[in-house]
Each structure stands twice: as structure tokens, then as C-alpha cells.
């Protein structure tokens, strides 16, 4: 009677070990997808404080669109670092302040970065106002890189619910 009850029970209890371990590792692949992003959020700031224009767009799909808040219409891959050389042409140089993660979703091939930048554009003297951003990207894998493909940000300032109640939204 026990090898019939363990005949049946054995097979169970192999199938949710299983389904744990296996639950493990997506959270392992998760956790370190989700650190290589970050690292490349991370990357993404130095090259703008570099001024390391090529590398920075290595980090853009070839079909990238987004909505920089600088932007008065979303731009291209093509335009993404019209924001970075419309200070520098004027002699800045820009320095991050803080990088503040908001959330991540990652989903296979495809994920979301949502974070807040502070940061100063400074001139020759070492001054500069200090501003914060709202950002989200949209990466895309292929292989074992990443690309950002999609974007948008706004200033920490603005307030969503104001600028509703402005466009007769609720």
C-alpha cells in the first residue's frame, strides 16, 4: 500500500520540484537582465558626460523613435544627440548629478526602463541649474545586446495632472 501512495505521490513532488527550480532560474535570468540594463542606463549617462558622441549611438535601434522632452515632435535615431551638441556647441559640458531607478519590466526580448537623471549642463565656470527628468525606454535585444528602440522624457517639474486639467482631461 505505501509503494502505491508513493507511486502516485513520487511523480508530484517531482513535477513541483521542477516547476520551482525552473521558476528559479527565469528569476536568476530576470534579475541579471535587469542588472545588464541598468548597467547600460548607467552607461548611457557617461557617454553623454563623455561627450562620446559614436558610442552613444551605439546604444540606439537603427528604427529608434521617441519623444525627447526637448523635442517638440518625437525624432529618429538620426537626431538623438541634437540635444547633447545644441549645449556643447555653446561651450557646456554636462554632469550627472544622480540616477534614480523607478521600474523595470522585462519581457524576453523586449523591456522597459523607467528612471529619474539629475544633472547640470555646465559652463566654463563650473556652473549650471540643476534639472531632473522623468525617462522610459523601450529596449530590444538581439543576442546578448541591447538597443534602446523606443523613448520619452519630461521634466521632473511638470505636473501630469495640471497639464490634464489644462487639455479638458479628468
Given amino acids: 500500500m505505501l509503494n502505491g501512495r508513493l507511486g502516485i505521490v513520487l511523480p508530484f513532488l517531482l513535477a513541483a520540484l521542477l516547476v520551482v527550480s525552473l521558476q528559479g532560474t527565469t528569476q536568476t535570468e530576470s ?28 546604444l540606439w535601434h537603427k528604427d529608434f523613435l521617441g519623444w525627447p522632452s526637448v523635442n517638440a515632435a518625437p525624432v529618429h535615431k538620426d537626431h538623438i544627440t541634437d ?14 548629478v544622480e ?43 538581439y543576442g546578448k545586446d541591447w538597443h534602446i528602440i523606443g523613448g520619452m522624457s519630461m521634466p521632473e517639474g511638470a505636473n501630469p495632472q495640471n497639464q490634464l486639467k489644462q487639455n479638458g482631461g479628468s
Fill in 83 to 96: 540635444w547633447i551638441t545644441a549645449q556643447t556647441s555653446k561651450g557646456l559640458a554636462f554632469k550627472s
Fill in 31 to 58: 534579475s541579471e537582465n535587469e542588472q545588464t540594463l541598468w548597467k547600460l542606463e548607467h552607461t548611457y549617462w557617461k557617454y553623454v558626460q563623455e561627450n562620446d558622441l559614436p558610442a552613444y549611438l551605439g
Fill in 99 to 141: 540616477f534614480k531607478p523607478a521600474a523595470i519590466q522585462v519581457n524576453g526580448d523586449v523591456a522597459v526602463t523607467c528612471y529619474w537623471i539629475t544633472y547640470k549642463w555646465l559652463d566654463k565656470d563650473g556652473n549650471g541649474a540643476t534639472h531632473t527628468l522623468r525617462i522610459t525606454h523601450t529596449l530590444l535585444r
